[in-house]
């Protein structure tokens, strides 16, 4: 007994054809992206958010950063008399976006965002200072 193809016979007539023509005129399942986007859904851990006037410097963030994502590091000697402390510095390209430092920041001062374009060619600007230096805000 001889095996056939599946397109030969019926099934190619009853099954395949019409799946085809009705592919054809249907909409895609994919989006234009980045003409257009699927909705982020709520919970979604993008970029991190940073509020250096919110921030104990307790540095629980650093501590349980299973990546060792977060550094506490001191402010330019600019900002050192309002923020004398340590800050912590997040490095996007090593962070794992876990959100533990949100949950145990006492707070509020590190929030994830729903922000997902992260891609660049630059590895320094996947670091995020506690106060942004002033080559990124211009």
């Known amino acids: 007994m001889a095996v056939q193809p599946?397109?030969?016979?019926?099934?190619?007539?009853?099954?395949?054809?019409?799946?085809?023509i009705?592919?054809?005129?249907?909409?895609?399942?994919?989006?234009?992206?980045?003409?257009e986007s699927n909705p982020i859904p709520d919970g979604y851990r993008g970029e991190h958010s940073f509020d250096i006037?919110?921030?104990?410097?307790?540095?629980?963030?650093?501590?349980?950063?299973?990546?060792?994502?977060?550094?506490?590091?001191?402010?330019?000697?600019?900002y050192k008399d309002k923020y004398p402390k340590k800050y912590p510095k997040i490095d996007l390209g090593k962070c794992c976006f876990c959100a533990?430092?949100?949950?145990?920041?006492?707070?509020?001062?590190?929030?994830?965002?729903?922000?997902f374009f992260l891609s660049t060619f630059d590895s320094s600007d996947v670091i995020k200072d506690p106060i942004p230096t002033k080559e990124?805000?211009?």
């Open 6 to 20: 599946i397109w030969i016979g019926d099934k190619m007539k009853t099954e395949v054809i019409p799946k085809i």
């Open 22 to 35: 009705r592919n054809m005129f249907s909409k895609p399942i994919t989006t234009r992206f980045p003409y």
């Open 53 to 78: 006037d919110k921030c104990r410097s307790c540095s629980l963030c650093s501590k349980i950063c299973p990546n060792r994502a977060i550094q506490m590091v001191e402010v330019p000697a600019e």
């Open 136 to 138: 990124k805000n211009a």
């Open 100 to 115: 533990l430092c949100q949950d145990i920041c006492p707070s509020g001062a590190i929030k994830l965002t729903k922000n």
